[in-house]
T-cell receptor
Framework: SAVISQKPSRDICQRGTSLTIQCQVD?????MFWYRQQPGQSLTLIAT?????????ESGFVIDKFPISRPNLTFSTLTVSNMSPEDSSIYLC???????????FGQGTRLTVV | SQQGEEDPQALSIQEGENATMNCSYK?????LQWYRQNSGRGLVHLIL?????REKHSGRLRVTLDTSKKSSSLLITASRAADTASYFC??????????FGTGTQLKVEL
């Protein structure tokens, strides 16, 4: 199976700063997604990362706060901007190779904002 | 909220026993997937069942799907201490966006 590498694995950041999380897949994928898991909670979809165009955001998430890039079929970044303690979460990228098939996840980025 | 509901929220069993967790949802689905998460790390994909399937097996795992009741169950047989983790169901409607259930925390004791 393909390898999904997510960096950094964890970080502690000051409020008001921004962090960019990278997701690299070792083969081309059709779809890439970003999810957030708040402490003790389940996962919530932030956005679909579209190759070569603007990401598609879910209700409650906006581009100014979570800008996403996907320059090619194997790489995407998620930036968490102007962070506050409420942004402390695990952020996970997910990839899907074909419609109606399994979604696979990176190891996640555990973000703590102080 | 269209989030799936899982029960129980937490389950504690002895090694060798079976563990069953249930997932309910409210919308029409294309498929339903089960994942395991160890200590807040990444998700490990366990099994996918499509809306036209009723049961699937993978090793010690058995998943059922009842679309008339909008529910699914995950059975882990002969559990081991290494099965201790959080388990999530997740389902897709149109497209491949996943909506997750609330999760079940399983603890398997020696």
């Amino acid at each position: 199976s393909a390898v999904i590498s997510q960096k950094p694995s964890r970080d502690i950041c000051q409020r008001g700063t921004s962090l960019t999380i990278q997701c690299q897949v070792d083969s081309q994928v059709t779809m890439m997604f970003w999810y957030r898991q708040q402490p003790g909670q389940s996962l919530t979809l932030i956005a679909t990362a579209n190759q070569g165009s603007e990401a598609t955001y879910e209700s409650g998430f906006v581009i100014d706060k979570f800008p996403i890039s996907r320059p090619n079929l194997t790489f995407s970044t998620l930036t968490v901007s102007n962070m506050s303690p409420e942004d402390s979460s695990i952020y996970l990228c997910s990839v899907v190779w074909a419609l109606n098939t399994e979604a696979f996840f990176g190891q996640g980025t555990r973000l703590t904002v102080v | 909220s269209q989030q799936g509901e899982e029960d129980p929220q937490a389950l504690s069993i002895q090694e060798g026993e079976n563990a069953t967790m249930n997932c309910s949802y409210k919308t029409s689905i294309n498929n339903l997937q089960w994942y395991r998460q160890n200590s807040g790390r990444g998700l490990v994909h366990l099994i996918l069942i499509r809306s036209n399937e009723r049961e699937k097996h993978s090793g010690r795992l058995r998943v059922t799907l009842d679309t008339s009741k909008k529910s699914s169950s995950l059975l882990i047989t002969a559990s081991r201490a290494a099965d201790t983790a959080s388990y999530f169901c997740a389902f897709t409607g149109g497209g491949n966006k996943l909506t997750f259930g609330t999760g079940t925390q399983l603890k398997v004791e020696l």
